[in-house]
């Protein structure tokens, strides 16, 4: 994630459209988190914050912009993302979970 290429374990999950990122300000957050302030091409993209749940985990946090990489040859700049600040349910070895099923294409060069 990011222009610093942080390394985050996620649920690869096939029936959601969207990545969910543990937050370097989430208090009770486990495991690797990512800093917006360490990335140079970050970008928040609302104000607001907001609820997601993923089977019994409840998430709330705000929707971001940021390189994303499933690995280092496959990278996607301003990926939109959902930064949590506060989660309940995500065990500590998962820091997101990233939904196959997007909502709209993505290309890489």
Do not use: H
Request: with cysteine; aromatic share 12%.
């Amino acid at each position: 994630m990011g222009s610093q290429n942080r390394s985050m374990d996620v649920i690869f999950d096939n029936a959601s459209d969207w990545l969910v990122v543990e937050g370097s300000a989430c208090i009770n957050c486990e495991g690797n988190t990512f800093n917006y302030e360490q990335s140079s091409s970050a970008k928040q993209v609302g104000t607001s914050f907001s609820q997601r749940s993923y089977g019994a985990a409840t998430m709330t946090g705000s929707e971001w912009t940021d390189l994303v990489c499933v690995t280092l040859q496959a990278c996607i700049n301003d990926f939109e993302f959902f930064l949590i600040s506060d989660q309940q349910g995500l065990k500590s070895n998962v820091d997101g979970v990233l939904g196959l099923s997007r909502n709209k294409p993505f290309y890489l060069n």
